[in-house]
């Protein structure tokens, strides 16, 4: 029997492994921005108000930097548009829901949780909004509190990861876990392998711009190799 | 860093409110009007068609490298694309992933 709360619980089964991943990053983030001079209090801040990983070490990156605020908030912006294209496409499984709860999941709409959670709507028969939600929450529940907790131990304790070790690598490696799994029909490979090019052809772009030329072209590749696939 | 404390408050609350806005865009706009087909087919790959572009960049040039390609990264990647396609499970294969990078870290010092 599928109830919402079982599919909690998948969802939370779901995100446990992203702790490897979230637990170093948030770390790094609380060593770095601290060593860079910012106080506990704006740590943390960032940590609860952006939950972005990139955005807040790109933002950090401009601020040693002394680039002027608004240039910060335009390049680390830049890096989140993703996020628009995330929203736009869990409408379609979310949207029936409430005003309420579309807000808070939109609070805890990730990279990690995003992924999880499209690869689930993907390959389970359909679902409630409501247990869609739950999902998404459930994965989001071991996932946005180990963000704090690492940033507050990274920036209160400093760094317990001895440094040399390649953890910057969990990041690629928990996505193409993700990404792999979805790769089920040739439109969905043709989509990530126009992402690869693009990404590599656009890398020029300033801020992360290249990436999202690079994203809408998959999609429209995408889009219309399934067309021509179903017009055979 | 030569802000004032006022500067990057400022930063935080405004780069927060705008990729809380990012986030609720769609989500909070749309709702459950009903999208055309086209819209809907497009958006059936946002996952694949970012995703693959956002870690291509940190699989071939590394930042820790200074950008350098690097046989431990590259063969972890390489590695993790293989037990995923072998066992077929998220978890196992973000574990047997991390467990072949750090093998390689240690192999190759």
């Known amino acids: ?232 | 860093m030569s802000y004032d404390a006022w500067h990057i408050w400022a930063i935080i609350l405004g780069l927060g409110a705008g990729t809380y806005l990012l986030r609720l865009s769609f989500l909070g706009m749309i709702g459950d009007r009903p999208l055309p087909a086209w819209v809907l087919r497009h958006l059936r790959y946002t996952a694949v068609a970012v995703m693959p572009g956002l870690i291509t960049p940190l699989i071939l040039f590394p930042q820790a490298t200074g950008g350098e390609m690097d046989p431990v990264r590259l063969g972890a990647a390489l590695a993790t694309i293989g037990i995923s396609l072998w066992t077929r499970n998220v978890t196992l294969t973000i574990f047997g992933g991390a467990a072949v990078l750090f093998a390689l870290h240690f192999a190759l010092i």
């Open chain 1, 1 to 232: 029997m599928t109830n919402t709360f079982s599919e909690f619980r998948a969802g939370t089964r779901a995100g446990l492994p992203f702790i490897l991943v979230i637990a170093p990053f948030g770390a790094v983030f609380g060593v770095v921005a601290t060593e860079a001079g910012l106080d506990l209090a704006q740590v943390m801040g960032f940590s609860f108000l952006v939950i972005a990983g990139a955005a807040q070490f790109v933002a950090l990156q401009m601020m040693v930097e002394n680039a002027p605020v608004l240039i910060v908030l335009a390049a680390s912006l830049a890096v989140n548009l993703r996020m628009a294209m995330y929203s736009a496409a869990l409408a379609p499984h979310l949207g029936s829901l409430s005003f309420a709860r579309r807000a808070l999941v939109a609070y805890v709409l990730v990279d990690q949780t995003f992924a999880a959670a499209s690869l689930h709507y993907e390959q389970t028969p359909p679902r409630t909004a409501a247990q869609k939600m739950a999902y998404f929450l459930g994965v989001s529940t071991p996932v946005v509190p180990v963000w704090y907790a690492a940033t507050w131990a990274g920036a209160v304790l400093g760094s317990a990861v001895p440094p040399g070790l390649p953890i910057d690598f969990a990041v690629p490696i928990t996505f193409l876990a993700l990404i792999v799994p979805m790769l089920r029909s040739a439109a969905h490979v043709v989509a990530a392998l126009v992402s690869i090019i693009g990404v590599l052809v656009f890398a020029v772009m300033p801020y992360n711009t290249g990436l999202l030329i690079a994203a809408l072209l998959a999609m429209i590749a995408g889009a219309e190799t399934e067309r021509r696939m179903a017009a055979r």
